[in-house]
């Protein structure tokens, strides 16, 4: 599917470069009597090969958008289209698909198998998508090589330190070949060298064609981005590129 309709900013059919475009995009819930409305009508674009962070204070509506960029929420309101596909229209079941072929997650608590080895983790992907065991074997050490992990692939979670399991899932958001990896406070459990280590993991999947969306409320974090969207009241206050990138 190709986008239908035409810019609402230029009047022009957004090029096959944007990988994520929202029109007027809003979610509101419901809490008792109480209607809160997190977003309140967002206009973004992202291209490919983008390297975006997503900042706001708490309330901003930072993490709904998030969720529904991840398509783990549907909006109330406006359109949301990812790689040409206009997602925000799609029942629970197209979503999961969207979301397994097309975004890499990235979480703060890594969420790995305590049990499995980082091999058999960041094969999981592969497994719900019905790839066969060879190949999904061949995928996941690729991906564990591109996060130079090569030598702890049989290793387990608390085998780990917490750099190299944050690499595992790294590695697992990767391995399906996603249009966007999107990474949620990545660095929030690590330190601060720890946490520099990521980011140049991040900056070189960026510089081998990666799309990035980093969710943060860290500016030294978001620093490392190439364009910063600030949040405020369910609103884009800001969004401007990083000078020194």
């Known amino acids: 599917m190709s986008f239908s309709y035409q810019d609402f900013r230029t009047g022009e059919t957004p090029s096959e470069d944007i990988v994520i475009l929202t029109h007027r995009l809003a979610r509101e819930y419901t809490m008792g009597t109480e209607t809160v409305r997190a977003l309140q009508g967002v206009d973004l674009q992202v291209k490919r090969n983008e390297y975006l962070a997503i900042m706001g204070p708490s309330g901003s509506g930072k993490s709904t958008l998030m969720n529904l960029i991840g ?26 698909h969207i979301r397994n ?14 049990r499995a080895t980082a091999l058999h983790n960041v094969e999981l992907p592969l497994i719900y998508a019905g790839i066969s065991s060879k190949k999904r074997k061949a995928m996941a050490e690729t991906a564990l090589e591109k996060v130079s992990l090569a030598d702890r692939m049989e290793h387990r979670p608390n085998e780990l330190s917490g750099g190299q399991r944050q690499r595992v899932a790294i590695a697992r958001a990767l391995v399906n070949d996603p249009a966007i990896i999107l990474a949620d406070e990545p660095t929030g459990n690590l ?36 364009r910063q969207i600030h949040l405020k009241d369910g609103l884009i206050e800001r969004d401007h590129k990083n000078e020194e990138n």
């Open 191 to 226: 330190d601060s060298h720890t946490s520099e280590d990521i980011m140049k993991v991040f900056e070189g999947l960026h510089n081998a064609g990666q799309t990035i969306i980093l969710i943060t409320h860290e500016h030294d974090i978001a620093e490392h981005s190439q």
């Open 101 to 114: 072929k097309e975004i890499g997650f990235v979480f703060q608590t890594f969420n790995l198998l305590p």
């Open 71 to 96: 398509c783990l929420d549907t909006p109330s309101a406006g359109e949301y289209w990812l790689s040409g596909n206009k997602v925000s229209e799609l029942n629970d079941d197209q979503l999961a």
